[in-house]
């Protein structure tokens, strides 16, 4: 692990620096692109990775953001009805220009454009949860009410 943050990651670490939250991102040597992988990486439970997925809204053709529990599959129905719209798969190229961030790094911050942001209830029974801060390597420790506070996310139960 080097001293020197990627772009994305030091853009992370601003935008947390920025609301109060600083010196928070790590890049780690081990891959964190999957929620057993940033688990693993990080050593705490795969419960506790706050797993960003971005969908694509059928009707407004914008980006949503869902944070989900690690340990947890999303219910792409109760997502529908939180946003009041259906949703579909969102390819890399979409991923990467609504966000600004590649698939298996996107932030739950500092997004290209807005994006609706939908957080998992079962991650507020943590006291810490780790999220992704801009790359596959790179994240950052936060509790559940600072992700909520953060994002202005819709929280609500979308697991499976």
Not at 123 to 145: H, K, Q, Y
């Amino acid at each position: 692990m080097g001293n020197e943050l990627s772009r994305a990651a030091a853009k992370v670490e601003r935008l947390l620096a920025d609301a109060g939250m600083a010196n928070r991102v790590r890049e780690l040597d081990d891959s964190t692109r999957t929620a057993a992988d940033a688990a693993a990486a990080i050593g705490c439970e795969q419960a506790q990775i706050a797993k960003s997925l971005i969908f694509r809204a059928k009707e407004s053709d914008c980006a949503v953001l869902v944070v989900t529990c690690g340990a947890n599959r999303v219910d792409l129905n109760k997502v529908a009805t939180l946003i009041g719209e259906g949703i579909g798969k969102a390819d890399a190229d979409f991923v990467r220009a609504r966000t600004g961030y590649a698939i298996g790094g996107v932030a739950p911050i500092g997004h290209t454009e807005p994006v609706k942001i939908v957080l998992d209830r079962d991650l507020l029974t943590f006291s810490e949860i780790w999220a992704a801060a801009g790359t596959p390597r790179a994240v950052f420790g936060l509790t559940p009410d600072e992700l909520v506070s953060l994002t202005g996310g819709t929280v609500g139960d979308i697991a499976e």
